[in-house]
């Protein structure tokens, strides 16, 4: 069953949904790391890595079936990473990725 919670109560643009999915992310001129995604919305992401981007970096991320997304570090606490992407997804691309990544 797939998860979502409601965007105006969390201050978010978009609806979110909880997934989890193993993805890749790199920082421009790294090498790739691995990383857990826990939330999506057409906004952005909520990841759990061991490498720790700093806020305000630009990252490009992998997601299972999707060509490398470019995301912006907005938060983090500790090894969980909150990111926006620069171009949000579609809605129905985001929701399709939600269903296929969902819990």
């Not at 979502?4 to 949904?17: F, H, L, P």
């Not at 193993?22 to 090498?31: H, I, K, Q, T, V």
């Not at 997304?69 to 620069?86: K, P, Q, W």
Request: hydrophobic share 35%; charged share 20%; net charge positive.
């Amino acid at each position: 069953m797939l998860t979502r919670t409601k965007a105006t109560t969390q201050g978010r643009r978009s609806e979110r949904a909880t997934v989890q999915a193993r993805a890749r992310f790199r920082e421009p001129g790294l090498n790739p790391f691995g990383a857990e995604l826990f939330d999506l919305s057409s906004t952005g992401f909520r990841m759990v890595t061991s490498f720790r981007p700093g806020i305000g970096k630009h990252i490009w991320v992998n997601l299972p079936g999707l060509q490398p997304l470019e995301a912006v570090v907005r938060r983090a606490e500790g090894n969980s990473y909150g990111c926006e992407f620069v171009h949000p997804l579609h809605p129905s691309v985001a929701q399709h990725m939600q269903i296929k990544l969902g819990c």
